[in-house]
């Protein structure tokens, strides 16, 4: 059939004008044929129905995004790197007045720190101002990092030292700690702080301690201040120890907390478990030992001494000693300072009575049978506890105060290198099965393995894991 022209005008509407020019423009339109669908014949007694479909249903669902952290090294143990890994503690020793200082954690042994790197609630004062707030035996959290080399085969025989990056006290950790550890110049500073620990040893400064924890029986007083104690060793030798009343902790508080005079508090006769040091004392004999600390009653946590390999060896027989040679050492720089003039006021004592111990019996209290000293504990509390926390008799101690290797456990690890945060997302979308009523979408299970193969060989550095709330 020959194509049909049709004429479209153009025309100009505005009246008064001139149309300047008419184009004919020719639009060929070509008639086809009709074709007769199958359908058209056929007799349909339903009526056609529109359906109006709705938008998919909001769906709510909790995104868990897994960011690995790159800013700070991690690692376990031997290569220096800080772990995250948050770990406990307390204050178990001061070394120096600058600031060096040692924290006892059961799990992990003695831990290097400075007062430098200690937040107390979150802020950080001057060194004289945390030193006040963070007394011994004050429990703190930390992280830490850990060498090894034979330069520190002197300390264990794991031959590592930790030393902590950050200490800190409360509940939470405060915000400034992960910036303040990966910084170069605290680092230098972390650096500086072992190296002098480690010229203290070298240069053997640190006070040896010849008895830990034997025990003796308060034999009796010189004066108000100053008594002996008489120990038996092994030999059933006797051995006398002098003391000062400033050294004595009495049911893990100072003496000097109960304000009794020391006479009444810490009877003739009672038994005691003194920490000791060989000195030599011109012009008094039989006297050949000072007490470094006197505790009656349950141990404190502090003071304590550390166990090092080598030296002159210590005595302790409340202990689970390792085989070979090992010594018991004080570290507190002061505390020889402290302990000679304790030295020169028992020499001055003694000077009066050339040399010869007598005791002064005013005001002194007795114990002479097990029934006076149960009152005596009893006192003190000391049946509060209960049996069943009472030690089994000749049982010895685990040392904790020691440098020890701690293995980081694969799952630790790969716990401290994410950081987890939840959302929730809100969409509509057709392939969920809220919305398959209305006439939603299902992913063939082929398509969804397709999916999943290509996921997992992607190296997203986000790793989003989802599931419906």
């Known amino acids: 059939m020959p194509a049909r022209k049709t004429p479209v005008k153009a025309e100009n509407g505005t009246r008064g004008k001139v149309v300047a020019e008419v184009e004919e423009v020719m639009e060929e339109v070509e008639e086809m044929e009709e074709i007769e669908l199958s359908s058209d014949e056929e007799v349909e007694d339903d009526e056609v129905a529109l359906i109006v479909l709705k938008r998919p249903p909001v769906t709510e669902r909790i995104v868990e995004e897994v960011e690995i952290t790159e800013d700070i090294e991690i690692t376990g143990t031997g290569s220096g790197g800080v772990n995250l890994k948050e770990k406990k503690g307390f204050v178990k020793e001061y070394i120096e007045s600058e600031g060096l200082a040692m924290i006892l954690s059961k799990d992990y042994g003695l831990v290097l720190f400075h007062l430098g790197s200690v937040w107390i609630d979150s802020t950080q004062h001057d060194l004289s101002t945390t030193r006040k707030k963070l007394p011994p035996g004050t429990e703190v959290s930390f992280y830490d990092r850990t060498f090894k080399g034979e330069e ?210 005013n005001n002194v209290q007795y114990i002479q049978s097990k029934e006076q000293f149960v009152n005596w504990k009893r006192q003190f509390g000391a049946f509060k506890r209960g049996r069943n926390q009472r030690r089994p008799e000749n049982s010895k101690r685990e040392v904790l105060d020691t440098f020890r290797a701690g293995e980081a456990i694969e799952e630790d690890i790969k716990d401290e290198k994410t950081k987890v945060t939840q959302k929730t997302i809100s969409e509509r979308t057709w392939y969920t099965p809220e919305a398959w009523e209305h006439g939603g979408l299902r992913i063939k299970e082929e398509v969804k393995d397709e999916m999943e193969e290509g996921l997992e060989g992607s190296a997203a550095k986000r790793v989003k894991m989802e599931r419906k709330k």
Not at 168 to 179: I, Q
Not at 262 to 275: I, T
Not at 286 to 305: C, K, L, M, R, S
Not at 320 to 326: A, F, H, L, R, S
């Open 152 to 361: 520190y085969k002197d300390l264990s025989d794991d031959k590592v030292i930790h030393q902590a990056v950050a200490v800190w006290t409360g509940e939470t950790r405060p915000d400034a700690v992960l910036k303040k550890i990966s910084d170069e110049e605290n680092k230098k500073k972390l650096e500086d702080q072992r190296s002098t620990f480690m010229l203290y040893l070298r240069g053997e400064v640190f006070l040896r301690a010849a008895f830990v924890r034997v025990k003796g029986e308060v034999a009796g007083y010189l004066n108000d201040h100053m008594g002996i104690i008489e120990y038996k060793d092994e030999k059933d030798k006797k051995i006398n120890i002098f003391f000062h009343t400033d050294d004595v902790k009495l049911f893990k508080k100072d003496i000097r907390e109960y304000k009794k005079p020391a006479k009444s508090l810490l009877p003739v006769g009672c038994v005691v478990s003194v920490d000791a040091r060989r000195v030599h004392v011109v012009g008094v004999k039989n006297i050949e030992y000072q007490a470094i600390v006197v505790i009656a009653g349950f141990w404190p946590v502090t003071p304590h001494p550390t166990l090092m390999p080598g030296g002159q060896g210590s005595i302790a027989p409340s202990y689970e000693m390792p085989k070979g040679t090992y010594t018991f050492y004080y570290m507190e720089l002061a505390l020889e300072g402290k302990l000679a003039r304790k030295v020169q006021e028992f020499k001055d004592c003694l000077t009066r009575s050339r040399g010869q111990i007598n005791y002064d019996w």
